[in-house]
């Protein structure tokens, strides 16, 4: 049984490839049935800077790579230092070194590679209508320290070949890699890695897949069939109607792709779109990122620790803030800035008294600690100013003339908010029910960043 990565790329991602289809989906199987036609590991006596017969494909090499490619030189260097960059990034978050040299073949053009070099019609056909492939190739423990060798393959767009760095890495240094919604939305996280602060970079048609269709929840997604296997089908399908050479595989392609698959395709894009969202969200979110990071480890180690059992103690609140973020998700969206904090108690005001809290700006909704009874009437005040932009006007809490900057509010009860609660500097209401108080200064889900200063608040219950 051989492990293969597959890069599904469309214009979402970063190409056109994939007949006429836009989106973005990265597929990894398990397929036997057509391993002896996908080529086989490079020799390694030959990787002097000229590899083949073909007079374009070089090899450059550096600290973990030996990349065999038809790309000028100095895109074939600067593809290696980003090579590079994402196998530190990934070492680096799970906290294991690479393991030993990947191969990676890296094309630029299909027309200046042959079977001459490493690159067979099957392995052909899946660069040009799939986009990348990762074959795992087992060692003898004797030769190599580590389980087996990552052979990988891969178009020149740089999310393809990020993506398949993941994977091959993932391959030679631990053997595994987990459930499809980690494996794939782990990939996907890495080729649209945020900016330091953590904002939401990905392609717009992304986002629009994701507020555009119903939105699932965590169990759909961990708990959904595997996205993977329809792709298992379709290559076993084209490996009958090819009989290995060239040609054949371009005659039998109509016959091997067609309306089923298209649609197959479109149920993986968003696939693919619900798992980088939950993996991102994982990712950057301090509620939950360092029990993420335990699970992932137990999945790259093959144990048996679920997704389930690490969450079983705050599920409900995973799966609100999650739907929240796919409601407001958007370019700029810093998943740390709007997380909710839970740990903050909250008590319920008597008649008369009152508790001050500072809100800053530059966040999401933020827990007053205040618990309000339905029918109770509560008063708001509050001092300071803040500002929406950093070259904005200081605002008070009313915000200026569209109400951006203004101080509002929702009530949660049972995982559940109101309509938001326009506060603004002083005002004051008459509860419809009862729940825990959350604040925030309105303004745009992806322009909180950019906030600056804080207001005092003061809650005071009238009766």
Not at 229 to 245: C, H, M, Q, W, Y
Not at 304 to 309: G, I, S, V
Not at 383 to 395: A, F, N, R
Not at 406 to 417: H, N, P, T
Request: glycine share 6%; charged share 20%; aromatic share 10%.
């Amino acid at each position: 049984m051989i492990w293969f990565c597959m890069a599904f790329i469309g214009r979402t991602f970063c190409s056109n490839l994939l007949l006429k289809q836009s989106f973005a989906t990265c597929l990894l199987i398990w397929l036997g049935a057509v391993s002896a036609t996908l080529g086989s590991p490079p020799d390694e006596d030959r990787t002097n800077q000229r590899t083949s017969r073909s007079s374009s494909i070089r090899v450059y090499r550096s600290a973990h790579f030996r990349l065999h490619t038809d790309l000028s030189e100095p895109d074939a260097r600067s593809m290696l230092v980003d090579m590079e960059s994402t196998l530190d990034k990934v070492a680096t978050y799970w906290r294991q070194p690479a393991s030993g040299i990947i191969d990676a073949y890296i094309i630029d053009d299909l027309a200046n590679w042959s079977s001459r070099d490493h690159l067979n019609p099957m392995t052909q056909l899946m660069l040009q209508h799939i986009g990348g492939v990762t074959i795992p190739i087992p060692t003898p423990k004797k030769r190599e320290p580590f389980r087996q060798r990552a052979l990988m393959y891969a178009i020149s767009r740089p999310d393809v070949v990020r993506h398949e760095v993941v994977h091959a890495y993932c391959c030679q240094t631990f053997g595994y890699s987990g459930p499809d919604w980690y494996k794939e939305g782990m990939a996907d996280t890495i080729c649209m890695l945020p900016d330091k602060q953590g904002s939401v970079r990905c392609p717009q048609e992304v986002l629009d897949s994701l507020q555009s269709e119903n939105v699932p929840s965590v169990n759909d997604i961990i708990h959904g069939p595997s996205f993977t296997d329809p792709l298992f089908e379709t290559i076993k399908r084209a490996a009958s109607l090819v009989d290995g050479n060239e040609q054949s595989v371009v005659a039998a392609l109509p016959s091997a792709w067609g309306s089923a698959e298209d649609e197959m395709l479109r149920k993986a894009k968003q696939s693919y779109a619900h798992s980088w969202a939950l993996c991102h969200f994982l990712l950057l979110n301090k509620n939950y990122n360092k029990r993420f990071r335990q699970l992932g480890h137990s999945f790259l180690q093959n144990e048996k620790l679920t997704f389930d059992q690490v969450f079983s103690d705050d599920r409900d609140q995973l799966e609100f803030e999650f739907q929240l973020f796919l409601q407001n998700i958007a370019q700029g969206y810093q998943v740390g800035l709007c997380r909710w904090q839970w740990d903050k108690p909250f008590i319920v005001l008597e008649p008369g008294n009152h508790i001050a809290i500072l809100i800053q700006a530059a966040a999401g909704y933020q827990p007053t600690g205040c618990t309000v009874e339905q029918g109770g009437t509560y008063s708001f005040h509050t001092e300071g100013t803040w500002q929406i932009s950093p070259q904005g006007k200081q605002l008070n809490a009313d915000g200026n003339h569209n109400g951006d900057g203004q101080l509002a509010g929702v009530i949660l009860s049972d995982y559940r908010v109101t309509e938001n609660l326009l506060l603004g500097q002083s005002s004051h209401f008459i509860s419809k029910g009862p729940g825990q108080l959350h604040v925030r200064c309105q303004d745009r889900w992806s322009e909180i960043a950019d906030n600056a200063g804080f207001v005092r608040l003061t809650i005071k219950r009238e009766k």
